[in-house]
C-alpha cells in the first residue's frame, strides 16, 4: 500500500524548464548553435571553389562574406559560451535571412539554394526557442520562403504550392521537433522528483536532505536565525508490523506522513531516512519556538491512523544550532541529525510518545554514505 504525494509536486503537471533556461543550459545553447553556424559556413564555403554556383562581382564577395560572418558568429559564442533565449532568437533569425543572401547570390537558387538550407535555423529553434518565439520563427520562415521562391516563378499558383510544400516540410519538422524536446524534458523532470522521493510514503528522502542543506544554512545565516533538527521514530512500529502485516503498518506510515506534511511548515524539510525514522529540518528563532513545533509534530504523529483505525506514537530528538560561516553545511547537517537522533532515543528511553532536547552539539565528520546519498 502506497501512501500519498504529500511533499512532491504533482508529477502531472510538472512544467518543462526551457532548454536555454540557465547554468548549464545556457553552454549547451552556445555550442550547439556555434557547430551548426560553423557547418554551415563549411559546407556553404564550398560554392566559392565550384564553377557556374555564384554570380560573379560583388554577389561573389557578398557570399564569401557571409560565410566568413557565420565562423565569426561561432568562434565568438564558443569564447564567450553562453546563450539566452532572446540571443538564440536573433541567431535563429539571422540564419534565415542569411538565406535570403545566398539565394541573391546563386546563379540558380532552385537547384543551389533549396529551401531546405533552412533545416538548420528551423531545429535550432525547435530544440531552444520557447513557444512564443519558436511562432515568431515560424512565420518569418514562410515570409523568407516566399521572397526566395518569387523570381522563380512566373505562375502563382506554381509560387503558393512550393512554398506551402517548402514552409510546411520546415516548421513540421520544427513542430515534430519542439514536441519531442518537450517530452524528453518532461521525462528528466519526472525522474528528477522521483531520485527525491520516498516510494511508499511520497516524502523527501535522504539525497534531498543533504541537497537541501546548503539552502537551509545559507537562509539561517542570512537571517540570523537558527537551525534545528528533528528526528522523528515510530513507537513499537515493529511490533505493530509483526503483529497486523506489513500492509498495515505501510498504511500507518503513510497516513503518519501526510499528517506531518500538513503540520509541518513550508520552509520546512520533512524526509524519511530510513525504516520508520523521519527528519525534519527547519529554521527558528530560539530552542522555544523548536520545542513548540518539536510538539505539533509529536501530536500530528498520534493523529495518523491507517485503514482500521491503527496508529502510532513518535518519540522524538530535537537539536539546535548556530550556522556559522566557513562550516560545511553537509557535515553540520549530519552532526545536528546526530544529537536529535541521541536525543531521539533518550525519548524512547524515558517512556516514549515525548520530545527530548539534546545538548552542546559533539563534532564528528560525515560518513561516506551521508554525503553521497
Not at 504550392?161 to 520544427?174: D, F, K, W
Amino acid at each position: 500500500m502506497t501512501g500519498p504525494d504529500v511533499r512532491a509536486p504533482d508529477l502531472a503537471t510538472v512544467t518543462p524548464e526551457p532548454v536555454t533556461g540557465h547554468g548549464q543550459e545556457h553552454r549547451v545553447a552556445a555550442l550547439t548553435l556555434a557547430v551548426l553556424l560553423a557547418t554551415g559556413a563549411l559546407m556553404g564555403s564550398v560554392n566559392l571553389v565550384v564553377d557556374g554556383v555564384l554570380r560573379e562581382g560583388t554577389a561573389r564577395w557578398a557570399y564569401a562574406g557571409t560565410m566568413l560572418l557565420l565562423l565569426v558568429l561561432a568562434a565568438s559564442l564558443v569564447v564567450r559560451g553562453r546563450l539566452g533565449p532572446a540571443h538564440t532568437l536573433a541567431l535563429v533569425l539571422l540564419g534565415d535571412l542569411i538565406y535570403l543572401v545566398v539565394v541573391l547570390c546563386i546563379e540558380d537558387p532552385l537547384r543551389y539554394a533549396t529551401p531546405l538550407m533552412l533545416l538548420f535555423p528551423a531545429l535550432a529553434a525547435a530544440w531552444f526557442l520557447e513557444p512564443r518565439a519558436l511562432t515568431v520563427h515560424m512565420a518569418v520562415t514562410t515570409g523568407v520562403c516566399l521572397a526566395a521562391l518569387w523570381p522563380s516563378y512566373d505562375s502563382t499558383a506554381a509560387l503558393a504550392v512550393q512554398v506551402g510544400v517548402s514552409t510546411g516540410m520546415l516548421n513540421g519538422a520544427a513542430t515534430s521537433v519542439y514536441l519531442l524536446r518537450r517530452r524528453v524534458q518532461r521525462l528528466l523532470a519526472e525522474t528528477e522528483t522521483l531520485t527525491h522521493l520516498d516510494p511508499l510514503t511520497g516524502l523527501h528522502n535522504r539525497r534531498y536532505l543533504v541537497e537541501q542543506a546548503d539552502r537551509v544554512w545559507r537562509q539561517a545565516r542570512r537571517d540570523g536565525t537558527r537551525v534545528c533538527a528533528m528526528v522523528l521514530d515510530l513507537d513499537h512500529f515493529k511490533r505493530l508490523n509483526d503483529e497486523f502485516g506489513h500492509a498495515v503498518g505501510d498504511a500507518v506510515l503513510s497516513a503518519v506522513a501526510a499528517s506531518l506534511a500538513v503540520a509541518v511548515r513550508p520552509a520546512d524539510v520533512l524526509a524519511r531516512i530510513g525504516g520508520e525514522e523521519l527528519v525534519v529540518l527547519g529554521s527558528v528563532n530560539d530552542a522555544a519556538e523548536a520545542g513548540r513545533l518539536a510538539e505539533r509534530l509529536r501530536s500530528a504523529v498520534a493523529r495518523g491512523q491507517g485503514a482500521g483505525g491503527h496508529g502510532v506514537t513518535a518519540s522524538i530528538g530535537l537539536a539546535v544550532t548556530r550556522p556559522v560561516d566557513g562550516e560545511d553545511p553537509v557535515a553540520a547537517l549530519w552532526r545536528l541529525v546526530d544529537e536529535a537522533d541521541g536525543a531521539m532515543y533518550r525519548a524512547k528511553r524515558e517512556g516514549r510518545d515525548r520530545v527530548a532536547t539534546a545538548g552542546v552539539p559533539r563534532a564528528r565528520s560525515p560518513r561516506a554514505e551521508e554525503t553521497s546519498s
